[in-house]
């Protein structure tokens, strides 16, 4: 079995219990999650041989955070220790009209003021054929916009397939900067994948006919979306998550394929909301898991689908669930009735 | 009043706080519960003389099961104190598209293992009205078959009524031993409960037009299967819950009560699910209740089926409702104004 | 900034966690709440300098209320500590067919046992510019009466603005009791806050065409309540919430202002409920601040309902939320995005 | 086996968790407790038949309280439902310098308010050997300390065995008060339980060179106080407990037993504290206890001091210990070592 | 009422539950605290008026820590509100032999990064008598160092007494740049406090035949280092508190105060440890508080350590005892009694 | 770096907050822990390369312990997942004279009736330097008994050192079948490690003057105890732990290591226990590896020791230490400083 990498940051997570606020909570729930540690995670859920790349600090916290990504199976052996601070950040849940909140506490991270030069690419690719990335890490910092073009021109040259998701943070950096970054590193990624938010915000590339806000999605505005990405990047696949927002409680979820000029869309889902972050990286997940497996189009974006709406029934960023409970799923299984 | 008997397994119940799965568990709330012993506590609340029956071994985990049925008001006078181990269910709950899930961990328990020879049914059913046990007691052991039948056999002779609910459980024995075991058994039993599915599992009695899985319930097809159970084995009382199962936690719920070929159906309830385990089991005390006070037949399933709704907006098995609550609701309150 | 001053009881409040029935709970959630400093403390989060006016023991418990009414920056200053007994509430939260329930256990509090003589109006008016209490006040006791009767007569002298919630309270005085006080002093309040209950239950004044409990409410009924209550108290203004439950997990949600004969309805709101208790209290404050704030009729009505409708999305009484917040919903954005 | 009867009142007991003050807490642990409650459930533990009786309201609360007593075997069914408050009291555990402190909220609750005509003692009191009350329950109310009165006549009169643990509330009565009502009562009690201060404050009995506050307690000095006891009153038998407290965490405790002259003292243990109140309803319990099973008067009082002292190992009131633990550490096993 | 200012960082800080190491933790209790703001605490319970000056962002975070100091009857109008972070520091409760563990992430706090001229000292120190702040507000940066000296200059001009806690943190700064900058404000302070090892830190004074490591402390070695401060800096008064560390759980506490050549040694306490953090600041408070009601300094060290030591009994940094505590303990009472 | 291999079974630990006892729990934690586990995580966290055999079922309960394994690092790759049940044990942890309590529900679980041909110890040897068992893997059942002996020759053959705490287990097997097994298996062992009792217990061999129950432990009676153990069995080294129970929270613990003639005893500790079980395995980790380091014989003993002793104030029975934090201790620093 050929080895996966995903190479981001990961954070201490924080939250209330249940719908607290954060202004009324007395104690808050911890995990450790990021975007790409997310994928990884799931990618080692369905038994897949993952490794994650980052720089964490060698203090209590950061041996949690390790220990966490080893208790899902990740292979840590390829993360630095040393920096000073953890990343955190803080999630209130929202219902019903009440949205849900996100603060980031994740400046001057090990990961973020980490040197391009720690990370021996060469080393870290050995016996890999799929490197991930989101948007989120060049954005930390102009050393891991670097660090990921490294990355991104030695999976290259080794052969290995690349996938990023674009994942648009608009509090890391502006909307112009992650244009222009991520257009130098686009013209490296093999599967692009995005939410019905992120094309426009980071290259302007807007679905007609569409109002995010109001929940208006249009499914041919979403193809040519991708389509311009494909032509514009030259990426084979673009995967794009599409959600509604009924209310903070209920979402409804599907997801688009392109490949080469054809579209396959998934069923749709309306999704009883327990934890809807990290909702994306499911989805992330369950695609390169289902393409790596060489599934049919129509299946990929399935199973893509199914798995994220699964984790939006679960707590927390990470997405535990196994190949076998998505293929259930997927299979038309939703009406949650109870296996004893 | 005269005393009503329950017969069968209590368990220790198992279960992480909220949506989290069991893999995510670090802390799991405790009860107590088994299908006869939920219907025990229902008829207790109901302010009815109930006495259960079972076997528990000697030590702490077996007393404060014992202390949750006194808590509760149900004799245990006549429970046997013995055996070595209690048995365990561990329940996560599901949510949206995600099914909830039992894991039972009950071989061996001390009822399992227990002589028939232990139950002398005559004292038992000193003073008893009316016996009820369920397809899981026969179900544990060859042994406990036996007890039931002798248990069954001695309620006959002793003018008791008797009723079971079929309760297929797959895990605890096949298809065809439940139903040649429930065959002998059946033909003592006055009032046959069933879900929506017991009928077809044990005796292979299908309800046309009806797919469970797909949520597609036929009323004229339960009909059939209420008269072809009391046919075949000379039950007078037939009482089957409807569950329709939109998501996990979202179900349609409603009854039908069938006694000398003429039916009458409940109200149908939408419930936004609490718990929805020991629903079945609440359904059979309120229709014991109702049956007891004698109810008006359409009387008896919409107070069997108020109460199994209401104990789905309750946590763990048992059913914490007073009889003023289900009428309240089966009257037509269904609106869950505050009640200060 | 000019000054409001509320006046009422505040309690302690216990309640199970999560859908926990009262008898189910081994421990409770602590919080302090009563409708006026419900309001009152809106008010503080919204930025206004409020004072609340009350008598609490000098206890330990005392002593936690009050800081509680710090926390929020309620001014808290003029409230008499002494007395012997905090009023203590405790509620159980409903869900589905099965409705929240509330058991006061307020007799013989501080507030309740205080002497009007221990309120100099005159010095707690100075520099006041809206005088808020509600039914439940002169509910508590006959010298209750007299102080909220003594509190209107120092404001209405003072040139103060007087706003009443009728909040009856069955459980504090009959409907004939009621009538009788309140009548009384109505005739101070410039503006009447109500239910969709309050007027026939406090003055047998009723909406045309509405059956509350089957949920049926009609506009054209609750404009001719509006126009009585003014017309016979000659109140400028009446604002009244209409609340349709579906059950006790949906509501709809939505306000009505009537001004000099002329009315404003709010949009409505389909919440999914997480805490309802204090809903009322929400919309008092939103409209106290809306009012001070100048705002016009139409944005009055949906600020008031915006901010009570997001009050109930949050766990107990007190409404957590900034003016940003209610703005937000009130100009349409009700999906509940995440926002980062 | 003959019964036994404790009467007094039980309350509500909210307490924060761990050492956390009442200010400081956000949740209370919900426990049920009483000087006469606790002494029942203690002989419940034993296996004795012991009936509590009280007037307790009629609504959920009152429910959880029956529930609590009948899940440790106490019979409830001679309690009176009804009245419309539940006593609560409020515990804040203390550490190191800072002693526990204990806020009542008792008051007007339905046993203080109860009517001596309720309780029918000829009734109660059918096939009782054992009564058993503290100066708590005088000290309610009038009305309670009459119906002590005709409940010692009653049992006096049907020749039962009369206990009565001084249990001196300075917050219910003054020591006058205190002193008349119970030397008219103690005329009728067969044995006195008291700590270390009860005879002083009650009676103004003291036991010479003994300093309570400073720790100093001398054993000549109790038996004098005993003696006194004795001969005033004409009670046969007057056991004390001799609590020295050194810190909130750790305190010596011993008892001693006076009967017709004699004296015997038990052996003194060190206790880390876990919870130190009910410790000498725990006495009065094994104490009871070790009379009806005639044992020997050193047994006697070391049975009832290592009843109290495991008790102080325990949180909350009531003491859950079986009579094997007792007789284990009474024989010597103190080392609290592991039992697989 | 004259008022008191504190000036420094306060933080959000995060434990896990009971004695779990971080590592173990998967949720943390949230309180917040900072040397001077612990004071501010401590002289709020007092009764006094105290503002706590500092930089807290504008975000929720920020708007807790506003919340809880307003609970506790702080002055927060002088808090600035802007910048990025709130400092965190995480706390992992020691026991036996295994010591307590403290985490800063305070780098880059909105106060470290704040700048001198945000402080309007004039205004800020108007109608009042007493500054307080401690060696940890000029360790956080040049410019807090640089804040720092403005204050005091601004308040010896306007006759305001200082007071400073050495508070040496040696993640913070090196003792020599600690040395050179406290050198600066010493000149300024009027009373200066310390623990055991802070003279020796911060200015290389040391106690002769005292080894903090191995608990031996030498009361001539802190006269002695009391007299060097006190010439070299010209501070009237020096306190000193003197902790011997018997085990995580077990520690001995006492102190002195030493003015114009004079000494007073406090009694010592044995302390079973709740929670040490904070204990020095609780000192501190209680020393200012002791000054201005103007004791004798018997009584002042007295009351400062009778604080301190009732601060260790109870959970997170801030002292919640009031001066009737603290009073009943220097009076003797040590034995932790109940108190009903 | 060679590889280490311990073999046993690991179970679900579950036990009450805090001090309650079973019978009043209401949540249970959750950890997983087992002789042979928790050495493997003691070794795991000093950095060393372990594997850990067992079998596993195969549902969310097994993965929920292998989770539990990798996250500390343990590789799990040869673990065999399958069979029924995972094996549970409920801890109640004991305060003062109340001894700590096990209940163990493990019989028939997947590794007791796992067949001894399902490990294949030549491949799980492979690379691997060091074998751990203990008594208890060989007294789960006559096939563990066989795989034990099993793998001891084949460890043997390939010159691995063997390593055996004897643990006896009174509910496992008999004193007699103990020592007959044993007594086949010890004769493979290099290191022998035991409990002040399990000598006795399963071969007969007493310290003399040793009296266990009451505390006192003779030096020169376990010079003996090891000596008899050595030469009986040829083991080259015997480790014996020496606790002294004086309450159930406070225990003095020490060791003494014998090897060839030799002996060296640790400095004895007094612990304020958090949670000892899992102390004597603490003991086992510490001791391999510190051998393994190649530290003086005084060293080991030391080490083994100071590692036990932090152990006893961690939660759950893992040992939670690094390295540093062991040489801390053992170097001298028993203060339970904090480290800031």
Request: aromatic residues 8%.
């Amino acid at each position: 079995m050929e080895k996966i990498v995903c190479f981001g940051e990961i954070m201490m997570r924080l939250n209330p219990e249940g719908y607290l606020r954060l202004v009324q909570a007395d104690r808050l729930m911890v995990s450790f999650a990021g975007g790409e540690a997310n994928v990884a995670v799931s990618l080692a859920n369905y038994g897949k041989d993952v490794s994650f790349v980052t720089k964490i600090p060698d203090h209590e916290l950061g041996q949690a955070c390790v220990n966490e990504l080893r208790r899902f199976g990740v292979d840590t052996s390829k993360i630095i220790r040393g920096g000073k601070r953890l990343g955190i950040y803080f999630v209130e849940k929202g219902a019903s009209q009440r949205g849900s909140k996100v603060i980031y506490d994740r400046e001057n991270s090990a990961i973020a003021l980490a040197d391009p030069s720690e990370f021996d690419w060469k080393k870290i690719f050995d016996g890999v054929c799929w490197f991930h990335f989101t948007g989120i890490t060049p954005a930390l910092s102009d050393k891991m916009a670097a660090a990921c073009e490294e990355a991104c021109k030695t999976a290259k040259e080794m052969g290995i397939r690349i996938s990023c998701d674009l994942n648009y943070r608009k509090k890391l950096w502006t909307r112009e900067k992650a244009g222009q970054v991520m257009s130098g590193l686009m013209k490296y990624v093999d599967v692009c994948i995005a939410n019905e938010e992120d094309a426009a915000d980071v290259f302007g590339i807007k679905s007609e006919d569409t109002d995010v806000v109001s929940g208006k999605l249009s499914k041919e505005g979403y193809i040519q979306v991708a389509e311009t990405l494909s032509k514009r990047f030259g990426c084979k696949e673009v995967a794009i998550t599409l959600r509604t927002s009924i209310s903070a409680n209920d979402n409804q979820w599907a997801g688009m394929l392109y490949r080469n000029g054809q579209t396959w869309f998934s069923k749709e889902y309306l999704i009883h909301i327990v934890d809807r972050v990290g909702g994306g990286d499911a989805f992330g997940g369950g695609l390169i898991y289902s393409e790596l497996e060489g599934m049919e189009p129509q299946d990929v974006i399935e199973f893509a689908v199914a798995a994220s709406c699964l984790k939006q029934s679960i707590e927390f960023d990470m997405n535990q669930v196994s190949v076998a409970e998505v293929n259930a799923l997927m299979k038309g299984n939703a009406t949650g009735r109870v296996q004893r």
